[in-house]
C-alpha cells in the first residue's frame, strides 16, 4: 500500500494544496465527481498545446496524431473492462451511456425489465420511460430478495437492469449471481458500473454482461467522457441513437450505409481532450492498482464505522462490513430535516466537501429516510485522519442545528 498509506499519491493531485477561507480542505464527495491527478490534467492540456484537430475526419498529420490517442483510449478503456475495443462505445457519461443501451434493445412500452431499489434516476428513468419496470423487494442487510427477483424473472423480461455499488448505500450488488440467474430466464443484463468502475476491477466478457456503463470523471479522469460496453452481436444489430458526421461510409440522397461498430454510434466531434484526459487517468489507476484501492476502500470504511459506532445518533443507511462495500457514507439524524444547512456549514466553517439531498436515487433514500441523507464519500486521496475530522466536524454541526 506504499503510495496510498505513505501519502504519496496526495502529492499527485494539485487541487489538495488549496485551502478553504485559509483553512483545510477535506474532500468527502468523490462519488460525486473525483479529484484529477497532474497525469491526467496535463493529458488535456496536451490536446490543446500538441494535437488540436478533429479526428478521423483528415489525413493531415495533428489529425492523424489525435485520432490514434483517441483510439489509444478506446483501447485502454477495453483493457481495463475486459471487453474488444470495438465494444467500447463513447459517451458523454454513464447517463447517455444507459439511455443508449435502452435504446439499442428497441424497448417496447411492454417489455418487462426487472431492476432494483438502489437504482440511481439514470438507471430507473430510461427504463420506467422505455418500458415496464418493476423493482425486486429489498431483503434484509441492504440487500435484494433474491426469491422476488426469481420470481420476477419467472415473467421473463427483456432486461434486468442493475446497479453494480450504489451511489448511497456504498452496497455492491451481487453481480454474478444476478447476471446468471438473468440469463437463464433470457434476459440481457445491464450494468450501471458508474460508482464500481473506480474501485473494483470489471470484467465485461468474462461476466457474460450485455451493456454496461461508465463515466470517465468518477474514476479520476475528466467529465464529458463516459462509455457504453455492449456486446458485438448486440451493438451490430442495433439502431442508432444519434445519426450524422461520423457514422456511415457512404450516404446518397436515397439511403446510406453505417460504419462498423463502434464508429456507428459516434455521430459529430467527441470530447476528444477527454478522451486523452480519460486513457491517462486510467493509466494512473493502474499504476496505483485496484487491489490497493480497495484495500485502502476497507480501511477508510472502517474509520467511517468505528467512528459511527461511537455516534449512536448518526444513522447509517448501508451494510456495515467494510468488505461489502465502498468508502461511501449516507447518514441523516433522526429530528434533523434540513440537511442543507448542515452540508454548507461542515463546508464552510470546517472545510468539509460532501453532499446531501435524495442523492439522484429518491425512491431507495425514501424508503429508509423521511426524504435526506447526508453522504460523505471518499477514495484513494483521503486518509483515515480526513474521515475522524469529518465525523469530528459533523458532530460540532448536529450539536448547533438540533438546538
Ligand atoms: N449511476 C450511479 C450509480 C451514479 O452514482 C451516477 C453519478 N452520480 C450516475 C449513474 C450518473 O453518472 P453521470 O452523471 O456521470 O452520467
Redesign the pocket.
Known sequence: NDLITSGAVREDFPILTRQVDGERFVYLDS??TALKPRSVIDAVTRYYTECTANIHRGRHRLSEEASDLYEEARGKVALMVGCASNEVIFT???????NLAAACMGLKKDDLVVGFLDA?H??LLPWMRGGNYQVVRQGPNWKPDLDHYAELLRRKPKAVVV?H???VTGGYLPLETISKMAHEAGALVVV?A??SAAHLRLRFTESNIDFL?L?A??MLGP?GI?CLVGKASLLRDAEAFLVGGGVVDYTTLESFQYRKIPHKFEAGTPAIEAAFGFAAAIDYLDMVGLERIQAHDHELSKAFLDGLKRRPKLRLLGPDVAEARAPIFSLYVDGLEDLSDVSRALSDAHGVMCRNGH???QPLVDHYTSGEVLRMSAYLYNTVEEVEYALSALDEVVRVYQR
Request: glycine fraction near 8%.
Open positions: 462519488a460525486a458523454r457519461n454513464t447517463t447517455e451511456g444507459l440511481h439514470s438507471q446497479t455499488c450504489s451511489n450501471d458508474a460508482q456503463a463515466s470523471h468518477k467529465s463516459g442523492l439522484c436515487a
